[in-house]
């Protein structure tokens, strides 16, 4: 503890010094309260209920408030409060439903003043009114709240919230007669003192419990509440309406919050489970807290500043049975730990980056790319001062790179979801009719993986000779064979990764026919000769070693070294003999078509490109024999992977129905499963919902086929009760009523029921839109203002 700041603050000719320190106590403690010069704290808990004198570097105990032989659950507390006016003048609230007030200056051992019994349950909350000395005020879990004049005997007045329970009541700093009370079902009361009958204004704050409310202490109207959502909301209460103008989301549900003095957005806050930490935030930056508190080992139950216009101590007490004094010099700050830099796209392609400030100014000589149209919007505010924590090590620039609204615009998307046909048709026609709807969108890579898919799957025989056959010139013609191939339709595969492995050793006969125009196969035992009187158009015969190394030869420069394409054996099957003169070819209409042409003839006709060279003419019948039905599933795989990464989940999505079983079992079921969701997610986003439908029915997942059979399941609360509903009838099984009554024509709802979400109030659609037209009140009668969504 010696490295601890030391921290001294003058207030007004009081000087407060301290350090961060901690005392053990007896027990557990549940609320803390300090008293005005700040010089003294009350811990109160079930076991324990001291005043401890806040010393320079110490606590010290100064008095035990239990007292008497006989334990009294009037000592055991949930609540302490020491009145900001008198010294000597403390209040708690007993677990057994009594309020008790405690006059310090008493002569005797036993400081007790006055019991007040009216409440049947325990009491969550006391609170002393700011400037009136004998007003107190108190919230029970039987839902009253209570005012008590401690000259009386008696409460003057009840406060009935219609609700379960109150978990908070606080005096408003701005108004002298207005306090408000927080409630289990998520409501915030505003009432005014002098009317008990009707509170002035009721709002619900948080989707569940509100547990804590605080006035700001400058005096602006605002209303800070903190619930089991994990979320603390300002209120501005200055307007008719309760308006939300700040929300922060914690990790955990809140139990406390306190305005930090002196700064007008600063508020600390501790949970009511989970999380031990002490936060204090700033309202304008919600996402990570400016301060950070992690002595507690236990769930921290009571904070309070020491001093009303001091904001450099802060007081807590935890379960760990510990009271602790914080300085703000010593608390750790997570936004030094926070990434200050950032990276994310839009739907529509748009790119936001943020990154430290001093990074983006020192970058200021960097010229800009073409193209580069930068709109920074900066997220930092003016440093303020006054304020202990300066934010220049974690302000951050936001850069926005936006893009052409044509190219990101998703028509694509849309279009091409609406027109593919992904089942009902045979997979030639599937795949044909995707390629031309991707061709049409000039989508030319979707549309050739279309067309591969076609060829490399489909039937052969069932594939016209037209549609693969592809000539050289305009003079070629169609050879009389049952298919053939182009070498561009032949994957990149062929000739690399799947290349037969030589190392076997072993020879086969293959018989390779190769239009004279396009290719020449040179070995060692046959070499082509200037003049020769035999054409060397072709290699006929056995083939040994690099049968499968095709090589373009130059009529001119027959030594010089060519590029070498290679093909798998698989793809040149034995082909029947070759005749001298076959009767097949005298459809062809001249010589220089013809694929025998003499030595002389053949030097004249041109040569093409190797990759635009015509057809490797293959035999239906043995290819489907020699090469296995899965042979380019790899290659498939490693497609679908490219444009699922690439972000084309569509045409991942589309493929993978299409195949199906082809396909299927090469990628695992993970993938396909988010594959399948990213898909329809993106779908639904455009609307699309018949489209997104058909894809979740031709899913063969488990987890995607059962997206559009789930029912929808509503959970709702008794009208009467305000309890959940178990069964499923129209009577509660608690309260034995009618939950859905109309409030209007009240009478049972049998069709179409809406409900407020805050009072639970509700009936038939049609008479609820009609009240609604004139007026915003419930019409039950509760004076909540419903909204219905």
């Not at 080992?297 to 500043?305: A, F, H, L, M, R």
């Not at 699922?644 to 090469?666: F, N, P, Y």
Request: net charge negative.
């Amino acid at each position: 503890m010696e490295k601890m700041a030391r921290v001294t603050t003058a207030l007004g000719g009081n000087t407060i010094t301290g350090r961060t320190m901690f005392c053990h106590l007896d027990a557990p403690a549940n609320a803390i309260s300090v008293c005005r010069d700040a010089a003294q704290v009350v811990v109160a808990g079930r076991n324990i209920f001291k005043i401890y004198s806040i010393e320079e570097d110490q606590f010290v105990e100064k008095l035990n408030l239990r007292v008497g032989r006989k334990p009294s659950l009037n000592f055991s507390c949930a609540d302490v409060v020491w009145h900001q006016m008198d010294e000597n003048l403390l209040a708690t609230a007993a677990t057994n439903g009594v309020v008790v007030t405690w006059n310090l200056g008493k002569p005797s051992r036993n400081k007790q003043d006055q019991l007040f019994t009216e409440h049947k349950r325990t009491v969550n909350k006391v609170c002393f009114h700011p400037t009136e000395v004998y007003m107190l005020l108190s919230g029970s879990q039987d839902g009253y709240m209570k005012c008590f004049d401690l000259r009386k005997k008696d409460s003057v007045s009840t406060f009935s919230g219609q609700s379960e329970s109150v978990r908070d009541v606080q005096f408003s700093i701005r108004d002298y007669f207005t306090f408000a009370a927080t409630f289990e079902n998520g409501n915030v009361q505003l009432w005014d003192i002098r009317r008990p009958d009707r509170y002035e204004r009721m709002f619900t704050a948080h989707n569940g419990p509100v547990f804590c409310c605080d006035w700001h202490p400058e005096d602006r109207g605002w209303l800070a509440t903190g619930g089991r959502d994990k979320m603390v909301k300002v209120w501005d209460m200055n307007t008719t309406r309760a308006k939300e103008i700040y929300c922060v989301q914690t990790i955990a549900s809140v139990a406390r919050v306190k305005w930090r003095p002196e700064c007008k957005h600063h508020i600390a806050t501790c949970s009511m489970m989970v999380d031990h930490n002490i936060y204090v935030w700033d309202v304008r930056r919600p996402f990570i807290p400016s301060a950070m508190f992690e002595e507690h080992k236990d769930v921290t139950t009571g904070i309070v500043w020491r001093h009303l216009h001091d904001p450099y101590f802060l007081l807590s007490g935890s379960k760990d049975s510990t009271l602790y004094q914080h300085i703000f010099k010593d608390a750790s700050q997570p936004i030094d730990r926070a990434n200050p830099e950032g990276l994310c796209y839009s739907l529509y392609g748009d790119l936001a980056f943020a990154a430290k400030e001093s990074l983006i100014s020192s970058d200021s000589n960097r010229k800009p790319y073409i193209g580069d149209r930068r709109h920074p919007i900066f997220f930092k505010r003016k440093l303020d001062p006054t304020e202990q924590f300066e934010y220049i090590s974690s302000s951050s620039a936001l850069s926005v790179f936006e893009t052409d609204v044509e190219s990101g615009s998703m028509d694509w998307f849309v279009h091409t979801a609406k027109q593919y046909a992904l089942a009902g048709r045979p997979l030639a026609e599937l795949c044909d009719h995707n390629a031309k709807v991707a061709k049409g969108l000039d989508r030319n890579q979707v549309a050739q993986t279309w067309t591969m898919l076609r060829i490399i799957y489909s039937s052969l025989g069932t594939v016209s000779s037209a549609n693969l056959n592809h000539s050289i010139g305009k003079g070629s013609t169609t050879l009389p064979l049952m298919n053939s191939f182009n070498l561009k339709d032949i994957p990149s595969g062929l000739g690399s990764e799947s290349r037969l492995d030589r190392s076997k050793g072993e020879s086969r006969t293959e018989n390779i026919l190769m239009d004279s125009s396009s290719t020449l196969i040179n070995n060692e035992d046959n070499e082509e000769t200037e003049g020769s009187d035999v054409p060397a158009d072709y290699l006929l015969g056995d083939v040994e070693g690099d049968e499968d190394d095709l090589y373009m030869m130059d009529h001119e420069n027959p030594h010089a070294e060519e590029q070498e394409y290679s093909l798998p054996q698989e793809a040149f099957p034995l082909r029947h003999e070759i005749v001298d003169n076959p009767s097949a070819l005298d459809h062809l209409q001249d010589k220089a078509d013809s694929p025998h042409v003499s030595g002389n003839e053949a030097e004249t006709v041109s040569l093409t490109p190797v990759e635009s060279f015509s057809l490797i003419s293959i035999s239906h019948s043995l290819y489907e024999n020699r090469l296995p039905s899965d042979f380019f599933n790899p290659i498939v795989r490693d497609t679908l992977l490219f444009y699922a990464e690439q972000g084309d989940v569509q045409t991942a999505v589309s493929v993978l129905i299409v195949l199906g079983d082809r396909i299927r079992k090469e990628i695992d079921e993970q993938t396909q499963e988010h594959w399948y969701t990213s898909y329809i997610d993106l779908l639904q986003r455009f609307q699309l919902w018949n489209i997104s439908n058909e894809v979740i029915k031709l899913s063969t997942c488990r987890a995607i086929n059962c997206l559009n059979q789930a029912s929808t399941t509503l959970h709702i609360n008794c009208s009467n009760c305000k309890r959940p509903m178990s069964n499923r009838g129209w009577i509660c099984d608690r309260c034995r009523q009618c939950a859905s009554m109309c409030a209007v024509c009240h009478h049972v709802v049998k069709g179409l029921f809406v409900w407020c979400q805050g009072c639970s109030h509700g009936g038939h659609l049609q008479h609820i839109m009609k009240w609604l037209e004139t007026s915003s009140h419930c019409p039950a009668g509760c004076g909540h203002l419903c909204e219905y969504t």
